[in-house]
């Protein structure tokens, strides 16, 4: 009797704990596709819409800062050299007899492309970080004067024009070019560049700069994209010349050959929409030179040699008498020499077919080759001596600058500037990042796709059922910490995942990346912070009209006649913030006629300004595209009640996200 007494009881207590476990699960359930919009949805956590603050985050976090170099620049005597320090925004002076360093000087703004001018009393400098260029007295080593340029700016070149002292400052971030005075110090004109115009080269009488643009664009998914060299007279700032450089990607460094007539730029070929599988044939990068001579034509050709690759080139400089280019390779850790005598004589036999074919021709470099330089981890960037006996390189993993002697191409020492970073788990998952030893063949690194952890404005072939299945636009890594699943199918739920056995085996084409190093990469990722798309003026500024009638725009409810707007359709739902994702899969009815699927994981849009094409496959040119042309049934957010003024509102609001 006493045990029925107490079997009751627990039974009741039991159900009623069983119904109400089932009840708040289902009520939790009920909820989570009530919010969501999305009536079958899977199991998911609170966090996928109530999401941690970004200050928790990896890369809104305090880091350690490097003595990493950048640009340089050599003093008309050749005595000294000028070191940029991005990431410590100092400006270094070193005294190459001794290769020691003499005085650090603070520069604010993230120094990164410097030039003398030809007296050596003033040095000049591309500041990216706050978009910048400050002139520094070199006698005190001193700032002494600065002005705001575009967004980004990563080079800097000096002359002398008709019309006075010219400036020419690619900026990276706005996809155009400032044009300044020096005295006084004013912006002339800011003219239209490629995509993220890079590195700047001038012609020694002032009459031509040269601006390599890093990044290729394409018109169509399917369509071959195209970089750029942009031809502009300093003297005016008028642009005077675009030569097309078809499949050239990545090109980060350009220079004059003044005794030939040519410019030389560094890129990468890049064969994105054939099957992500031909890398085992080595057929999607390789690494090149682009030649452009006065009368507009270019030429590509390679660097590689069939079997070995020499991934992410980007600093090239010519020597004086034009008998010789340098070109480092960021990815591969050497620097080869081009003789350009013997380039000149092939280029002078051959025929035009041949020219046109020689970037596809791998057994082609040995004609014009003449040496490999090993150097440390990671050279970008080159400097030469004006009598060209000295090269300097700039190692900037290792926070060293390599010196050679030309005549024997031997090092003569090295600058150092810090300990390398080796006790800092970051700056060693950058130095997995941008190594290509990972790569059958070493043919390219994470970084040959995703330049400074961002988007290469791609898109690729990745399942390799057949030319053009399945195209996927590439992603940005930067501000990607908590944003998992990775991938366009969200199967990844770790980076760990992402770039391990699936990346070796569909991609890389060899042995996996290491476990600790797998995890040094990882690190390095979630501290990539988003891209800034404002210029650095506006940050932490407020909304500008139109920027603030685009954001009621993307967190409306209704329309504007006041009808409900279904959740699963409101901008806000998917794109939710503080990540601006959900992280779930969703259909917004961009499959297309190749595709496997309808559902898409819902990407992040932090820094989307700068993340084009958009779409999986990146179809969408522009952010206008998507709701203009992409657009089906009002599936991708409820957009056929706007004005072409509230589409354009909402275009500027996302561009501060």
């Not at 030319?467 to 944003?483: E, I, M, Q, W, Y």
Request: proline share 7%; hydrophobic share 35%.
């Amino acid at each position: 009797m006493k045990l029925k007494r107490v079997l009751l009881p627990a039974s009741l207590l039991a159900l009623v704990g069983t119904g109400a476990t089932f009840g708040g699960f289902t009520g939790l359930r009920a909820h989570e596709r009530l919010r969501s919009g999305l009536p079958k949805l899977a199991l998911v956590s609170c966090t996928h819409c109530h999401q941690r603050s970004l200050k928790t985050l990896p890369w809104a976090k305090p880091r350690r800062h490097h003595d990493a170099p950048d640009g340089m620049a050599v003093s008309p005597d050749g005595k000294t050299l000028f070191i940029a320090l991005n990431d410590r925004d100092e400006v270094v002076e070193a005294d190459v007899a001794s290769l020691s360093v003499k005085r650090r000087a603070k520069v604010p703004g993230g120094p990164f492309g410097l030039a003398l001018d030809t007296a050596g009393k003033r040095l000049f400098v591309a500041c990216r970080n706050q978009d910048t260029v400050s002139v520094i007295d070199t006698a005190g080593l001193k700032v002494v004067a600065s002005i705001s340029v575009g967004i980004r700016p990563t080079d800097i070149a000096y002359c002398q024009t008709p019309s006075g002292e010219r400036l020419v400052v690619p900026n990276s971030g706005s996809n155009d070019i400032s044009v300044l005075s020096v005295l006084p110090l004013l912006e002339l004109t800011r003219s239209a560049a490629g995509r993220e115009p890079y590195a700047v080269s001038v012609s020694t009488d002032g009459r031509r700069a040269h601006i390599a643009n890093r990044m290729a664009v394409h018109d169509q998914v399917l369509s071959q994209p195209a970089s750029e060299v942009t031809v502009l007279d300093p003297s005016t700032g008028h642009i005077v010349n675009r030569v097309e450089l078809p499949s050239a990607h990545m090109a980060e460094g350009v220079t004059e050959v003044p005794a030939r007539g040519w410019v030389l730029s560094s890129m990468i070929r890049v064969r994105n929409l054939v099957p992500i599988t031909q890398v085992k044939d080595g057929w999607v990068m390789s690494t090149g030179i682009a030649i452009t001579r006065e009368d507009g034509e270019a030429t590509q050709i390679p660097l590689d040699e069939a079997n070995a690759y020499f991934s992410d080139p980007s600093g090239i400089v010519a020597s004086p008498d034009g008998k010789r280019a340098y070109v480092a390779s960021g990815g591969a850790d050497v620097v080869t020499v081009l003789d350009l005598d013997r380039l000149g004589a092939w280029l002078a036999r051959s025929g035009e077919p041949e020219r046109s074919d020689a970037i596809e021709n791998m057994a082609l470099s040995y004609r014009y080759v003449s040496a490999r330089i090993p150097t440390g981890r990671n050279p970008q960037h080159l400097a030469l001596s004006p009598d060209g006996s000295r090269l300097f390189v700039s190692e900037r993993l290792d926070d060293r600058v390599l010196v050679v002697d030309t005549s024997s191409l031997k090092p003569v020492g090295r600058i150092v500037l810090g300990n390398g970073g080796l006790d800092d788990p970051v700056r060693l998952g950058e130095r997995v990042f941008t190594n290509s030893r990972y790569t059958f063949q070493g043919q390219f690194s994470c970084r040959s796709c995703h330049p400074d952890g961002h988007v290469d404005g791609l898109s690729y072939d990745f399942d390799g059922a057949g030319v053009g299945d399945n195209l996927l636009a590439n992603r940005s890594l930067c501000g990607v910490a908590g944003t998992e699943p990775f991938k366009w199918n969200g199967k990844n739920p770790t980076l760990q995942y992402q770039d391990g056995p699936r990346f070796a085996r569909v991609l890389m084409r060899t042995d996996q990346i290491p476990e600790p190093q797998l995890d040094q990469l990882a690190t390095f990722i979630t501290h990539l912070p988003p891209t800034r798309t404002l210029p650095w003026s506006r940050v932490g500024q407020p909304l500008t009209p139109s920027e603030e009638r685009g954001r009621k725009l993307f967190f409306a409810t209704q329309r504007t006649d006041g009808t409900p707007i279904p959740v699963g359709r409101q901008c806000q739902t998917c794109h939710r913030p503080p990540l601006f994702t959900d992280r779930l899969l969703t259909s917004v009815g961009t499959r297309g006629a190749q595709d496997t699927t309808d559902v898409f994981d819902t990407p992040h849009l932090i820094g989307v300004g700068a993340m084009a094409p958009y779409l999986h496959d990146g179809r969408a040119k522009t952010l206008e595209e998507i709701w203009t042309t992409y657009q089906r049934d009002d599936l991708h957010g409820v957009s056929s009640y706007w004005s072409k003024q509230q589409l354009n509102d909402l275009v500027e609001y996302l561009k501060t996200i």
